[in-house]
């Protein structure tokens, strides 16, 4: 793999990931705080094996390509996390907590 296919795929990881961040806040925003719960846990567990199995092994090969939210050099463009499957940027609304708080606010 040269080092440029290894940045497409660094970006790849990096978009499942937040894909992955943006998927739990979708589950909170509409499910049982139960269900989010589980779902998180889920979540953390794929984002563990992805970090371990794939993306760890890759940034030994390529140091340069070590992310700066990790400590690294490289500075993640946003256009690799794109397009966006749930956030604010798409108008996600209130998490149950919030609503919970409107609601006894009210």
Do not use: W
């Not at 794939?54 to 390509?65: D, F, G, H, S």
């Not at 990790?70 to 209130?94: C, H, I, N, W």
């Amino acid at each position: 793999m040269t080092l440029s296919e290894a940045k497409e795929l660094s970006h790849l990881l990096a978009r499942i990931g937040s894909h992955l961040v943006q998927s739990a806040i979708f589950v909170e925003d509409h499910d049982t705080t139960e269900n989010c719960s589980e779902y998180r846990k889920v979540v953390g567990k794929l984002m563990g094996d992805m970090y371990l199995d794939a993306m760890a092994p890759l940034y030994r090969r390529y140091p340069e390509l070590l992310p700066d939210y990790l400590d690294g050099p490289y500075k993640m463009p946003e256009s690799a996390y794109l397009p966006r499957f749930y956030g604010t940027e798409t108008g996600a609304g209130p998490s149950n907590s919030q609503k919970a708080e409107q609601a006894e606010q009210e």
